[in-house]
């Protein structure tokens, strides 16, 4: 499977760092890091619970699988899924959330599905000029391509878009769905007759969350994406609403990276997103 990307990591610095770009033979398949800067400061993450009691350290563990639990039971429940060839004329865009399901979908359970993916990628970042100083459009078989050159370079005729966890703490939200109104109109033009689903920000991990990003700014992103995605026409899918646990962050059984970020997700988190996919495309 053909898929472009480099990985995303959030800092607690307003600072911007280069990054290096992750192409279709690129075989380092570790979790990474992409760091963002904000237009207000970032602040350090919330200070984790130091639990030092066993019983209580099981009981969360107890209350991580009755949460991870009740989420596949919630993306499962008396739906029709569609085949996994039915992605074929696919493409998912997105930011290293959206790298970590390429390599999970190896194992052809999105079929021929391309990705076109960059850490540090977001809605506003697709917008920049291709020749732009420190740009991170995805890269394609050692070839740069905005997002929406990219889509009509594939000939895809179904597109997945995740973007925002690298907008919001930037451009704010309004800002970020102007942004995204922007973006999907420029891949209209030139994909006429593709077919657009825009993805729901995921959740973050209860502890991990920031002054500008975190798991109520992201909700109230969600809305807001929800609801113009729905007057352009366009197919909502709301991953984060299996992701959750109880109290709205992300299921630590579906995080890879429990002490960096606590935003990328496992193979478990993978194997609900894609299930959820194919229960609610159609």
Known sequence: MKRIGILFIITALATTIIFSGCGKNNSDKSES???????????????????????????????SSKDASKASEKSTESKTEVESSWFDDAVFVGDSVTLKLSYYADNGSLGKAEFLCAGSLGYGAALQDIDADGNVHPTYEGKKYTVDDGVQMLGSKKVFIMFGMND????????????????????????????????SVTPMLENMQLKDLNNKSIDEFNIKLKAEA????????????????????????????????GIHFSDDGCKVWVEYLKQNVE
């Open 230 to 261: 729905e007057k352009l026409g366009y197919k909502y899918l709301d991953v984060a609403s299996v992701m959750k646990d109880e109290k709205g962050n992300l299921i630590p059984e579906y995080c890879s990276d429990p002490e960096a970020m």
């Open 33 to 63: 890091s992409t760091v963002e800067s904000s237009k207000a400061k970032i602040s350090q993450p919330v200070s984790k619970d130091n639990v030092s009691s066993k019983d209580n350290e099981s009981s969360k563990n107890d209350e």
């Open 168 to 199: 919001i703490g930037l451009y704010g939200i309004d800002d970020t769905i102007e942004n995204m109104k922007t973006l999907t109109s420029r891949i209209k033009e030139k994909s006429p007759d593709v077919e657009i689903y825009i993805q």
